[in-house]
């Protein structure tokens, strides 16, 4: 009788102790999905408003980097949102834009390029390519108009790697595997809207 209850409680002791090392080790382990962060964020005023000058790292995991030499093209997506909390209703939001810029890869050519909207830029190598996405420069995100002079607001920033910019076949697997997930936090800034626009 003292066998038989020694083994399911040995049995037992032994289970929790894997059990227990794996969630150790499984919490100590790196995460699998990799992240962009936000280095800087700041808003300059040009012409017609103000543009976004933004700085991001990130580096491709293998996965991603094999896709983009085997000529699938990775779209990388920043959003920019502007708000102003209002105590008597629902947050003001002026501003809420996003661009896109696709990183792909010409094989014929061996270069590599990256474009947004009717602009291409070639490069003879991934690293430059990446070093172009990774630093936004110029980008018009607020008009004048948009916002009240003196006025403080909330600036939010971020970058994503767009799936739901991918060829369709390429979407589905890329929902299901942690390697395609590569996104940053929102980077949060105040902006106060100056006269120096008009």
């Known amino acids: 009788m003292t066998i038989k209850r020694f083994f ?5 002791v032994v289970v929790w102790t894997t059990l227990t090392l794996w969630l150790c080790f499984a919490a100590a382990a790196p995460a699998h999905a990799e992240t962009i962060s936000v280095q800087r964020a700041s808003l300059q005023v040009d012409n017609t408003g103000w543009s976004l000058d933004a700085h991001f790292d990130f580096d491709l995991n293998n996965s991603l980097a094999k896709a983009v030499n085997r000529s699938v093209p990775l779209y990388f997506t920043i959003n920019f949102t502007l708000s102003r909390p209002r105590w008597y209703w629902f947050d003001e939001e002026p501003v809420n834009v996003s661009q896109s810029l696709r990183l792909s890869y010409q094989p014929l050519t061996n270069e590599y390029r990256v474009s947004s909207g009717g602009l291409q830029l070639r490069f003879a190598s991934l690293a430059e390519a990446l070093a172009v996405i990774k630093h936004i420069t110029s980008w018009h995100v607020i008009d004048r108009n948009q916002v009240h002079p003196g006025e403080t607001y909330d600036a939010s920033v971020r970058m994503q790697l767009d799936i739901a910019l991918m060829p369709k076949p390429f979407q589905i697997d890329a929902v299901n595997n942690r390697d395609w997930n590569l996104s940053s936090d ?5 902006f106060t809207a100056s006269e120096r626009a008009k």
């Open 186 to 190: 929102w980077k949060k800034f105040t």
């Open 8 to 12: 399911p409680l040995r049995l037992a």
